[in-house]
């Protein structure tokens, strides 16, 4: 029996898109889904509650960055991460991987796993597949990630299938310390920019069925053709019948060109951190909502938009706020461009249902401005 | 025909204490009341909604803010403060005055008004009571403030003598030049702490008939017993028919005392700023939620309060946040040190309607360990 099971409903005729339904031990959700990401168990300046009237079917939050602190103990204590942050839809737990390799020279990698120094006070810490599996069923989240070495861009190839190999390697350990029966363990597919290396990844962790698969180390910095290309070589070698999660992919138009090649799930920072420094995505592009421009346009930051910031206020008192410090400022644009993003989600699965995915994708694109 | 009207409703047979009714051209207010702080066109990260969710009746807003950023002139372009704001209940601005007297050497008064620097780029500005005035009509806040000038505190009598004598001629100004049919100004009582200016001053301003009466200069740094003495012997001489303002003033023990000596309405940053720095107000008396001590406390910040914040997450939670440097843990001890003020009020007038506001005292005082 397994804690989170995907079901295919309908696969796109015309690209390699598909609607799905993940079911986990907290709630159904319908793919191509978007997670927001709550690294420190919460998903910066929103609410539990906002983020269920924004219709957030599934978050995202840190292993790295909870053992740091407060410390898995401390939230297994309080019941899990779903009740620690009282967030009762499913949670999915990055495998602090990402974080740990993006620790540059303050990390060092063995066999055995890496060791590292704290970015919060420095000390030092060792983690390893074991540990970062036993961490996130601590948690207790709903999906939880292989422990991966994630390679930077540009990498050599030599390099790079090192990680991968090893990536495999601690992909098994991960799979054999994981005894959490409401919980998913995902594996992860490395292999940079080469095409045989993802090839061989995707190969060597489907062989050892997991229930779900990441795509991990893209959107590290490589051009987006060349992410594109590595998802058309990489996914169709995924099953059918489990959910692909491509990792740290936020902007729309990746959205959508994953999507078209049989991506079911995705998270990023990018809604929430540019939204932060003044800056939203609107039907016709990014807007800076900061700029002085903006001081008498007393226009919605999106006309089209019906999310709560759109409906009650003004670019100018968004941009004074911002102006001013104020927090609402972040707030109102955090709502809007999280809006947006699942927005965009809940019409690429319309797009996929009605058969109109390619058109959905031209509109989108000359609208946005791409 | 009155923009604001007080109605009694009740007077308290045993303590000064009065249940009323405010009414304005945005609502009507019920007395004794609180206001939160909106500074800057926003209560520090709060929306519109979550304020209203709270049952604030009425916030405040400072004309001194406004008037360096974004300008008077902008809002009035929007269409007024509430529009700009997107807050349809009532609003109160401060007239500046007291903001303009904090500056300390950044001001000069003279008889025509005050020459200051702004706190944001040092340039230089000129405020009268004149100027005052007409911009908080552009503002158009349901009540607004006459043009004071508030000494800092301790003060000579002479200096204390000279400020409220200004601050009578200074009231006369204002009320020459408001025009604003939708909007009460309210004089501001001066005198420091001495009996017999406090009472010139309540005299001379109420010989002019305004429809509304603050008390300012206190909170400023005197010790409370000073503060009661001067309500003691500033209240009486204020007419029964108009509403009394007390500036400033927010912690709990004071609003009782306050409302005892017959005041009607008050406003303090105190619950928000706290808030702020990791410390709330709960029925048991102020919690440093950010003390380590916290860590593992999986209680709410008061057992007995029902507001979101409470209804929803642990202390240990709320100090994970605020180790963390994440918004949402301000954004909750905001909601809870509100609603607790908000609720304190709703007792007192319930107190009051129900004869036992002496017993309400004792009670609250020994269980918050004042």
Chains 1, 2 share one sequence.
């Not at 602190?69 to 495998?95: Q, V």
């Not at 799930?265 to 900061?290: E, K, W």
């Not at 670019?315 to 004074?320: F, L, Q, V």
Request: charged content about 25%.
């Amino acid at each position: 029996m397994l804690a989170v099971k995907y079901e295919l409903i309908k696969e796109c005729k015309r690209t390699g898109a598909r609607l799905g339904r993940l079911q986990t031990p907290h709630g159904i959700i319908e793919t191509p889904v978007f997670m927001p990401v709550g690294t420190q168990a919460s998903v910066k300046a929103m609410t539990p509650q906002e983020l269920k009237e924004l219709n957030a079917e599934i978050i995202l939050s840190n292993t790295y960055h909870l053992y740091l602190r407060p410390g898995e103990d401390l939230i297994k204590e309080a019941g899990g991460l779903h009740r620690f942050m009282n967030w009762d839809r499913p949670i999915l737990t990055d495998s602090g991987g990402f974080q740990v390799f993006s620790l540059g020279p303050l990390r060092k990698v063995s066999e055995d796993g890496v060791t590292f120094k704290s970015h919060i006070d420095g000390s030092t810490h060792f983690m390893s597949p074991e540990r970062a599996t036993r961490i996130q069923m601590d948690l207790g989240s709903d999906i939880a990630m292989a422990f991966d070495e994630c390679v930077s861009y540009p990498c050599t190839r030599e390099y790079t299938e090192a990680a991968l190999e090893r990536t495999t390697r601690w992909a098994e350990r991960c799979k054999k310390v994981h005894n959490h029966k409401d919980q998913a363990l995902f594996a992860i597919v490395q292999g940079g920019i080469y095409r045989e290396l993802r090839e061989r990844s995707a190969r060597e962790l489907t062989a050892m069925d997991f229930p779900g698969y990441g795509i991990g180390g893209l959107s590290v910095g490589e051009p987006k053709p060349l992410m594109y290309e590595m998802l058309d070589c990489t996914v169709p070698l995924l099953p059918v019948d489990k959910a692909r999660y491509l990792m740290g992919v936020g902007s729309p138009d990746c959205l959508i060109e994953a999507v078209i090649r049989g991506v079911d799930m995705f998270d990023c920072v990018l809604p929430t951190r540019i939204a932060r420094n003044g800056t939203v995505m609107t039907s016709h592009g990014r807007l800076v909502v900061r700029n002085a421009g903006n001081a008498r346009d007393f226009r919605p930051l999106d006309e089209e938009c019906s999310c709560y910031t759109c409906r009650n206020f003004t670019r100018a008192y968004i941009r004074h706020l911002f102006k001013a410090n104020e927090i609402l400022g972040l707030r109102l644009t955090t709502i809007h461009n999280l809006h947006f993003l699942l927005n965009l989600m809940k019409g690429i699965r319309a797009a996929i249902a009605d058969d109109y995915l390619p058109e959905f994708k031209d509109r989108f694109f000359a609208k946005y401005g791409l």
